[in-house]
């Protein structure tokens, strides 16, 4: 009976943690002071092709998805294709809706955009890892290469891969007509804040808020995300 309500907690965090991660991917597009890099190449995607962004995040991580039922199925689960079939759709509209309530906020407003993104994009990522019903398309690439590949440290692997993802998507941009000023609304601070200190907040929000959501105070797990997330690419 524990491991059952366990289990449906584990199904609500991947399902609450996604949503909150697409509502705080589009209000980081509506701050334009820079999103995370694996947006960066949906972003340069969906400039360089005539669909709405919504379905190019789709078939992008369809993509990135065959990749995983190829080299590590293991990391593949229920959380993988909720996050495959809803993130798009959920950070389109609340941008859509941020914009029509102000289509060119202060930059005071930015900046608080910002901050409340960066603050629960952190807090849905533990959510989503903690619960360990599957990791992003995007996250089973870097896990791969350096935990079934042993090509190297997972830290090191994941910055390699943002920064490809940050040249290509700036490079598909440019390629589609687009300027420099208009990369520089989603590649910025926001991007290098992200690539170096996400990773310590989400491990704050799992150890004190989602790790206690999960197993209760008293009986917690105390496992860092990073581990949480090797352990599953090794099985």
């Known amino acids: 009976m524990k491991d059952k309500k366990i289990f449906i907690k584990r199904i609500f965090m991947s399902l609450a943690g996604v949503i909150v991660l697409a509502i705080a991917v589009g209000i980081l597009k509506t701050a ?65 809706l941020l914009i029509k309530v102000n289509a060119e906020p202060a930059i005071w407003l930015r900046i608080i955009y910002f901050i409340v993104a960066i603050v629960i994009m952190c807090y849905g990522s533990a959510l989503y890892i903690t619960a360990d019903l599957g ?6 690439i870097a896990l791969t290469m350096a935990n079934k590949w042993k090509w190297g440290k997972f830290k090191f692997i994941r910055i390699i891969t943002d920064c490809c993802c940050l040249i290509i998507g700036t490079g598909l941009y440019l390629l589609a007509k687009g300027t420099w000023k208009e990369v520089f609304s989603f590649v910025g601070a926001g991007t290098i804040i992200l690539a170096f200190f996400m990773g310590p907040l989400v491990d704050f929000f799992n150890v004190h808020c989602a790790e206690p959501m999960l197993y209760g105070k008293n009986d917690k797990s105390t496992e860092t995300v990073e581990t949480t997330a090797e352990e599953a690419a090794k099985e």
Do not use: C, E, H, M
């Open 135 to 140: 990791v992003s398309t995007y996250d089973a």
């Open 32 to 96: 334009a002071l820079g999103v995370d890099p694996f947006t960066t190449t949906v972003i340069g995607l969906d400039k360089a092709i005539p669909l709405q962004y919504g379905i190019i995040y789709i078939i992008y991580n369809v993509v990135l998805l065959t990749f995983s039922l190829i080299f590590n199925r293991k990391l593949i689960g229920i959380a993988t294709f909720i996050n495959l079939f809803l993130l798009g759709y959920i950070t389109q509209f609340t941008q859509f």
